[in-house]
């Protein structure tokens, strides 16, 4: 019940095995920082791109390489339905991922994936991992161990901290991750906020169906289910794991613990 198998449909997740022996769901998250402190893949490399620094234009990354973007045309549609397109003399240039003006990296370990759109005011921190045709939109903050799936939007202004999103997962707008996971096809109302960190202090407890569980974490924010919706300026309290295809609805606070498949919390 309470095992990543009986949240997440992992088969075609690039990065299933940070969850491979696991007992709890959460456990994904205790082995986020080895994992991808021990991800290898080229560093994004080009004298436009100073560390800290918004770009001053826009850079294409294409097999590996940053490039200038003075030789290219773009149409900045929707990367997930695979609509951004880079063009070079009129080439369609399959798989180019575009970092616009005004985006900000800091550190080397940041790897994107192909038919990623970064744009103009999001902030960067390494390590992280963005997957193919994600979106990372205006004002998004992801502050290091962020792994991010295939096909997800870390929307505008919306901060992510220590978290994971499988396939297709969204957090749209003015969102707050912090120690979260969000399953495949997971979608946050703007103003979803996920609270990790008790008032009191201690490891977090999830009150689990056969009663509570320490989970060994000081901090533990949400974890959804695929498919799980939270509504407009919802909120869940630390340690609260909402089952696949469960809605928490809109101004509504989720209490910490287990909640089954399918739950409605009003």
Partial sequence: MLNAGSYFDLTTF????????TEYVWDGLKNL?????????????????????PLRQP??????ILSCSREYEFILDDPGKGKLKVLQNGQLLRGA?????????????IYIGEGVLV??????????????????????????????????????????KHSIFLNDAKAGHFAYLGDSILGAHANLGAG????????????????????PVDTGL??????????????????????????????LMPNTTAPSGFHSAKSVIR
């Fill in 192 to 211: 979803t906020k996920f609270a990790n960190l008790r008032f009191l202090g201690g490891n977090i407890q999830v009150k689990g169906p056969d009663g």
């Fill in 119 to 160: 744009e103009s005011g999001a902030l960067i921190k390494e390590p992280a991992i963005i997957g193919n045709q994600s979106e990372v939109r205006q004002g998004a903050y992801l502050r290091g161990y962020c792994l991010v799936g295939d096909r997800c939007v870390v929307g505008h202004t919306t901060e992510v």
């Fill in 59 to 64: 850079l294409v990354l294409h097999h590996g």
């Fill in 218 to 247: 000081r901090k533990l924010g949400a974890i959804l289910g695929d498919r799980a919706q939270t509504g407009c300026n919802s909120v869940t309290n630390p340690g609260t794991l909402l089952g696949p295809d469960s809605i």
């Fill in 33 to 53: 920082r080895a994992y991808m402190d021990g991800y290898t893949a080229a560093p994004l490399v080009h004298p436009g791109l100073t560390l800290g620094v």
């Fill in 14 to 21: 690039a990065h299933r095995e940070i969850f491979s022996g």
């Fill in 97 to 109: 991922s575009v970092l616009m003006a005004g985006a900000v990296l800091q550190g080397r370990r």
